[in-house]
């Protein structure tokens, strides 16, 4: 028979803490309004700058899969929020170029960049509801959430995998409407908030299309953070998929406001770019 030693009160008083802590946790979390959770997930989300390559790879049933490489870096500088998407690879795509930018009071402006036209053009609402480059992403898709722009109501809880999450309902509010969903569902994990997943609903309350997000203890992105290495959206309809990548990131290294001008991203060859990548720590080859 073994005699088991009493646990010493220390232990026990240290054990009944963390089980009062972990019950009051228990309860804010239950007591958490949609606003709440949207505020947690956009914090947990928010970075000063940000930079990462990416590999973009489109999917269409019986078809070979299409890559690409690009660029991406954000800013935010008093309240203002700067984002482009510079392609890389292959060739015939490199330099194409996506500069969105959102303004202290959330208005949105989005500039598209063909090399073969040489000027930036400003794209209009509806143009926004277009496909990225032939993916299963709008420009829509690649924003941010932004929560001034919507109406958010909690639903019933759900999981993805093994996760359990909050489900949010998400509507846009603004007067002039310019999303192509009638409202989408965010599924965010409980305790950590991650984004799982994410689904789009049309005017007729079908599915068109699902965002799911994964990886988010990956080490290819150098930083405190809280991204996915990897992010598929399927298109419902058309059974097509596009997966988003990381495979090197930086946050919060510091990036010239110039970068985020047209002027600037009309004119930057691919030897600057390399320059750019270097400078900023990044190891990969756009060769």
Partial sequence: ??????ASVLTRTLFAIASVATSLMAQDEASLTANDIIQRYAAGNRTKSEM?????QVQAPSAAPVERRILLAYKEQ???????MRLLMPKEVEGVTLLAATAADKTLSYHFFLPAFGKMKQLTP???????????????DLLREVPEWHSYEKMKDDTVGEATCYVIRAKENRA???SAYAYR???IEKGNFHLRKVAYYNAKDSLVKMLTASGYDAKSVKGKTTRPQEAVMLSVETGSKTTFTVIEGRVDEGIDDEYF???KLENWPLLDVEEFIFDLGMTVDVN
């Avoid at 990462?52 to 973009?56: D, N, T, V």
């Avoid at 143009?127 to 829509?140: C, N």
């Fill in 1 to 6: 028979m073994f005699y088991r030693k009493p």
């Fill in 52 to 56: 990462a390559y990416i590999k973009m």
């Fill in 78 to 84: 008093d309240g203002k929020e700067s984002m482009f």
């Fill in 126 to 140: 509806e143009a926004r509801q277009g496909a990225f480059l032939g993916s299963d992403y709008t420009f829509e």
């Fill in 176 to 178: 002039e409407k310019e």
């Fill in 185 to 187: 569902d965010l599924y």
């Fill in 261 to 263: 001008t047209p002027a």
